[in-house]
Structure formats: structure tokens, C-alpha cells
């Protein structure tokens, strides 16, 4: 029988803080800097929460808690591939933020990026984000509750996104992947063959 993943093996449980956060309405002048047109300064705050710290190196004894198999690095023996999956997850939301201002981002990047079959940005892949981002909400399934209150100017009451919730604190979780970076490029291509890999489920 394969193993689980519970709080106990899981490789970053010891990273989980939880903290209470008031989330931002994105309207108007509440807007956060993760929105707004597409530019530089706003590729560069989306990139800063995953691009540098994306894949992390686990011991053999951690991956074999694993429910699921995973690959070695090669070059450093004894190390495995894993990616904590919020950093996919805020990948596949900048996808998605870049897809929809294909306009834009075509003069960034290859137009290449933009094929629908195989590009990074194309229907295929950004369909593939929009329900990994669908499972990763339904997933967490964060009960806080969302509001209604009077607004005058609308003359009706509207919803309030703006209210707290108890989050687990992403900065210390960023710490945890900081920690357990890949020392090594994890070169796909590369087959190894007779590879120990950890049993579990594919």
C-alpha cells in the first residue's frame, strides 16, 4: 500500500504558520500591485512570489513519504524533484493574467508561446491552469465569509470581499522552499535508467 500524505510527512508542514489577513477589494483604489495594466513592474511582482524559488530538492527519506513517486535530481545524488504546489498554482494565475493580455505580451514573447497545442499561453495550457487553480480552490474550500453591506453611491447593497481571513503565512512558506532550493537544473530529458525511485502511486 502506498503512503499518505498527512500533516506529519508532508515536507513543509513544519513551514505552516497561520496568520489573520484582510484580503483587498481590487476596485478602484483598492487595487493591489498584482493588477492594472500589464508592465514590467507588475511582471516583476507576479514573478518575485514563485519564479526563483519554484522547485525544491527533498532527502530520499522525506520522498519516500511521499504518496507519489518522483524523479532524482542528477548531480546531486540522494536529492529528489519536488514543487510545493501553491508555486505551481501562482504559476498557472500569471499564465492566465498573461493570456488574457495577449495583445501585450505578444511583443514580450515568441508567438510561439501563444500556440493554442503548445505554447505556454495558448488554450491548451491556460485551460489546463484554469482547472489546476478550479481543484487547488475547491481543494482549500476557505470558509470565511464574505458580507453584504449598504452602499450608498450604488444605492444597493453590494458584497464585501474585503474581510479577514485566517491564512496560512506564504511568507513563511517561501522561507521553507528558500531553504530547500534545487542546487542543480532538473534537466527532463535526461533518462536514469534503474533509478531508486520511490515507490508509491504514479
Known amino acids: 500500500m502506498a503512503p499518505k500524505l498527512t500533516p506529519s510527512t508532508a515536507p513543509a508542514q513544519d513551514a ?18 498584482y493588477q492594472g495594466d500589464p508592465s ?15 522547485i525544491s530538492r527533498l532527502s530520499r ?17 540522494g536529492y529528489y524533484i519536488a514543487e ?17 493580455s495577449k495583445d501585450y505580451y505578444q511583443t514580450v514573447f515568441s508567438l510561439e508561446e501563444f500556440d493554442d497545442a503548445q505554447g505556454s499561453y ?40 474585503d474581510v ?3 491564512c496560512r503565512s506564504f511568507e513563511k512558506i517561501k522561507e521553507w522552499a528558500a531553504e530547500n532550493q534545487a542546487l542543480v537544473d532538473f534537466n527532463a530529458d535526461v533518462f536514469v535508467k534503474g533509478d531508486p525511485v520511490v515507490d508509491g502511486v504514479d
Open 61 to 77: 527519506e522525506q520522498a519516500q513519504l511521499l504518496p507519489n513517486r518522483t524523479y532524482p535530481f542528477i548531480g546531486d545524488e
Open 16 to 33: 505552516i504558520h497561520y496568520e489573520v489577513k484582510k484580503f483587498h477589494r481590487g476596485f478602484g483604489d483598492k487595487k493591489t500591485a
Open 122 to 161: 495558448g488554450r491548451d495550457h491556460i485551460s489546463h491552469c484554469l482547472d489546476a487553480v478550479r481543484e487547488a480552490i475547491m481543494c482549500a474550500s476557505d470558509i470565511s465569509v464574505i458580507t453584504w453591506q449598504w452602499n450608498d453611491q450604488a444605492e444597493k447593497a453590494l458584497g464585501h470581499g
Open 84 to 100: 510545493l504546489a501553491v508555486f505551481h498554482q501562482l504559476h498557472c494565475v500569471n499564465a492566465i493574467r498573461i493570456a488574457l
Open 40 to 54: 514590467p513592474e507588475v511582471d516583476k511582482v507576479w514573478k518575485s512570489l514563485y519564479n526563483e524559488i519554484g
Open 164 to 166: 479577514l481571513h485566517t
